[in-house]
C-alpha cells in the first residue's frame, strides 16, 4: 500500500463529488443526501457490499445500504484504506489518470469527512503515484504507448 494525498487522488480519477452516485442496483443520490439521512439517524452497516473475490453480492441493495455503508465508514475512518486504484487505458496505451477499481463507499466517505490522505493499492504508472504521493507538483498529462 502506499500512502497518498487524497485531494490528488479525487483529482486524478475525475470524480466530481457533486454528481449524483449510483450503483448499479439502487437509485442514485447525491452525497449531500448522505449527510441529511445521518442527521436523521441512518445507521452504518458494516456489512460489505461485495467483489467478485471474498464478498459477492448475493441480492440488489437500495440506496439506503449504500448510504448506510458511507455512514459506516464516515465512523470509521480508520477503515478507509486500501482502495484499489489503477489507471486507465485506452488503444493500447496506459493514460494518465486513476480508476477506482474498487472502494467507491470509502471515497465517498472520505469526500465527506474531508480525508487529507489515504493509504491505497496501486501498481501503475510511476509518474501518477509520484503525483498523488506529492513527490512531485507536476500533473502527469502524457500518454505512454505500449
Known amino acids: ?17 457533486k ?12 452525497l449531500e443526501d448522505v449527510l441529511k ?5 441512518l445507521i452504518g452497516t458494516k456489512t460489505p457490499y461485495g467483489d467478485t473475490w471474498k464478498h459477492p453480492v448475493k441480492k440488489p441493495c437500495d440506496k ?11 465512523e470509521n475512518p480508520q477503515e478507509i484504506t486500501g482502495i484499489e486504484v489503477d ?9 494518465p489518470g486513476c480508476v477506482i477499481i474498487d472502494g467507491w463507499h ?14 491505497i ?3 501503475g504508472r510511476s509518474d501518477v503515484e509520484d503525483y498523488i504521493k506529492g513527490i512531485s507538483e507536476k500533473r502527469p498529462e502524457e500518454i505512454l504507448v505500449l
Open 1 to 17: 500500500m502506499i500512502d497518498v494525498l487524497f485531494d490528488r487522488l479525487i483529482d486524478m480519477s475525475g470524480i466530481d463529488a
Open 19 to 30: 454528481e449524483k452516485w449510483d450503483w448499479s442496483d439502487s437509485q442514485p443520490f447525491f
Open 37 to 41: 439521512e445521518k442527521e436523521r439517524g
Open 64 to 74: 439506503k445500504y449504500h448510504m448506510a455503508r458511507i455512514i459506516y465508514f464516515m
Open 87 to 95: 489507471n486507465l487505458c485506452a488503444y493500447n496505451s496506459i493514460l
Open 106 to 119: 470509502r471515497i465517498a466517505a472520505g469526500i465527506l469527512i474531508g480525508l487529507k490522505r489515504i493509504n
Open 121 to 123: 493499492e496501486y501498481g
